[in-house]
């Protein structure tokens, strides 16, 4: 299901034409196919828990929970941020963050953990204890989880800001900006911060490298380029997270392009039509994408040559893909894990971690795959 959010100007207009009824934005997900499986994935399962109250149906909130220092840092708008033992599922802290209605997922580092929320705040908590170090307000909702590098924390607005703020005291240093287009998908892509430079990509197709410590600008390039009539139809937001591999970036766009360019200097190395919000991810010799179908793709990661698609899960809101080498593996609307063979993408193992969404990517560390569900339950599997 595509969120979109509009300009109040514009919402009569087009509510008026029809374009945003359900029937247009919600499509009837396929059914699961039948297959024979070599991958016992029920069997692989560790411990579960309840982490949260979870969100409700009509919440679009992508909350990723973070792993760090063997803990998992997860957040709800209801609950503020829980901290859980990797190994046994534990809590560790909480910090309930009353009247913060915490809209991102966690960043964290040694020291801190930071939250944003629905209304702007930024929301610094002690890693080790839970305890409130500092909050500053921004200018809109955060939606993607802050991130954190030499003294700095990089956070991005729905209003099309990045910001760098001092990880000491809170105080903002730097702001850049880019227009917001009237009619844009509900979400923004995480900023990835590398070399001390902040890559991030914005909902009019432009795709940014700023300095880390003061917000200049280093290179810009355009992934999409806005085409057609109407605002729905100028749609090219940058919504998935960048992915780098080496030397290399890889990023792709709503109704644009999926392309791989130079870290350093943003020349494109190669480039293919495609369209993609829920996102992409990368092994030593693949990109994987999951496309605004719900098709998978396995792309040659030095030309972007199409290796697979696998089309059989489609509209099944997918996550974006996750690579642990042997095999590919995304996450849906009913809570199923399907995995497929890196090799051809033809399915090996499901479970059904939960009967509600799998609200973002699984994460991969330690030899486990971390799933959060949209009713709030964590699920550890270990990976063969």
């Known amino acids: 299901m595509l969120r979109v959010l509009i300009g109040i100007g514009l919402l ?42 979870g969100l409700k149906a009509e919440q679009f909130l992508p909350l990723k929970p973070a792993i760090f220092d063997r803990k998992i840092f997860v957040s709800d708008p209801r609950n503020g941020v829980t901290v859980f033992n990797a190994d046994t599922g534990k ?34 908590l002690n890693s080790t204890t839970g305890a409130e170090v500092w909050r500053t307000e921004l200018s809109s909702e955060i939606l993607t989880p802050p991130q954190l590098a030499q003294g700095v924390v990089v956070a991005r607005t729905l209003d099309g800001k990045l910001w760098g703020i ?29 070399s001390g430079a902040v890559i991030a990509g914005f909902d009019n197709g432009k795709l940014a490298a700023v300095q880390l410590d003061n917000g200049a600008l280093l290179w810009e390039a355009s992934i999409a380029v806005p085409r057609g009539r ?10 998935a997270d960048p992915v780098i591999m080496g030397d290399v970036l890889y990023v792709v766009s709503y109704r644009g392009r999926m392309v791989a360019m130079d870290l350093y200097s943003g020349r494109v190395l190669w480039e293919r039509e495609m369209s ?12 994987y994408v999951t496309d605004d179908q719900d098709h998978v793709w396995a792309l040659d990661r030095f030309t972007g040559s199409a290796v697979w698609k696998q089309t059989k899960l489609e509209n099944r ?37 939960d009967k509600s969404r799998i609200l ?12 959060y569900n949209q009713s709030g339950r964590i699920s550890v599997l270990a990976v063969p």
Not at 28 to 36: K, N, S
Not at 172 to 192: D, I
Not at 230 to 239: G, H, Q
Not at 333 to 338: M, P
């Open 230 to 239: 109407s605002e729905l139809e100028r749609m090219v937001d940058i919504d």
């Open 276 to 287: 993609s919000h829920a996102g992409l991810g990368a092994d030593n010799r693949y990109v």
């Open 91 to 124: 809590v560790v802290w909480k910090n309930a963050l009353k009247n913060i209605p915490v809209s991102s997922g966690p960043g964290v580092n040694q020291e801190l953990v930071i939250v944003g929320s629905n209304k702007g705040d930024l929301i610094a």
């Open 166 to 194: 001092d990880s000491r005291s809170g105080q903002r240093t730097w702001v850049y900006e880019r227009t917001v287009p009237v009619l844009t998908l509900r979400g923004a892509s995480t900023p990835v911060l590398v």
């Open 12 to 53: 009569s207009v087009l509510s008026g034409c029809g374009l945003f009824t359900q029937k247009d934005v919600t499509r009837e997900p396929a059914p699961l196919v039948d297959f024979t499986p070599s991958v016992a994935v029920s069997g692989l399962v560790q411990w579960t828990v309840k982490a949260s109250s």
């Open 317 to 353: 809101q997918l996550t974006a893909p996750v690579s642990t080498g042997q095999y590919v593996i995304v996450g849906d609307v009913e809570g199923y894990l399907h995995w497929m063979r890196a090799e051809d993408g033809q399915f090996v193992g499901r479970h059904q971690t």
């Open 360 to 371: 973002a990517p699984p994460i991969l560390a330690q030899d486990r795959l971390y799933v």
